[in-house]
């Protein structure tokens, strides 16, 4: 999870390292996840963390195949795996050149496997208190108990900032730059506004996860859990073939229409 914040970018200039591969790196990094959760709930020696472990192991792979393929839909759409450059691909026209209008489907996907992947409510299965006490994490206690909660929030606000950056413009503003340059009196290239789109676009940036963490986190109070059936159901005979359609539609609209769609 933490290496996976290797590819965010919070500004134009502010990011760790732009890899060319960005979106391949963080898909391979949160593949391995499954290993670490079974691994946990066989360790502790315990039915419920051994059934905990196995159901988060089942979730995660489940939900990570219609995720990578919503990610892949706006791969093709930029034609670049760097972040950066799907980013700058949203520049432009403001609020109307965001992914969102383009990637609808993608953008619903991506968001309902990324809060599976992070094990928010309505998919806490593998930690269902009244059938597995704590699910994988029973048995542990202290700082290793701490840990699991800190990965699973660090995976949440890293979650909201990627469906920022991939769907919401990241740094972008709702305005083009043009217009607020113009309401400035200054040329696009002046320093002024280069020095105030860039802490703003910051801003924004942690603005667009912030009402995401917050939707997440009001999700965990408003939508009861699902069974474990009815889970994987979802995830495999519905996400999975809406999210093998969506891709298939984006690259024929890529072909039709390539000024939109990315050429």
Partial sequence: VILSWLIVPFGQNLLISNVGVGIFLWVALSSIQPIGLLMSGY????????????RAAAQSISYEIPLALAVLAVVMMTNSLSTVDIVDQQTGAGILSWNIWRQPVGFLIFWICALAECERLPFDLPEAEEELVAGYQTEYAGMKFALFYLGSYINLVLSALLVAVLYLGGWG????????AGWLGQPIDAPLVQVITGSVGIVMTVLKAYVLVFTAILLRWTVPRVRIDQLLDFGWKFLLPIALVNLLVTAALKLAFPAVFGG
């Fill in 43 to 54: 360790s502790s020696n315990n039915k419920y963390s051994l059934l905990g472990g196995l």
């Fill in 173 to 180: 503003f709702p305005l083009p730059v043009e217009t607020l």
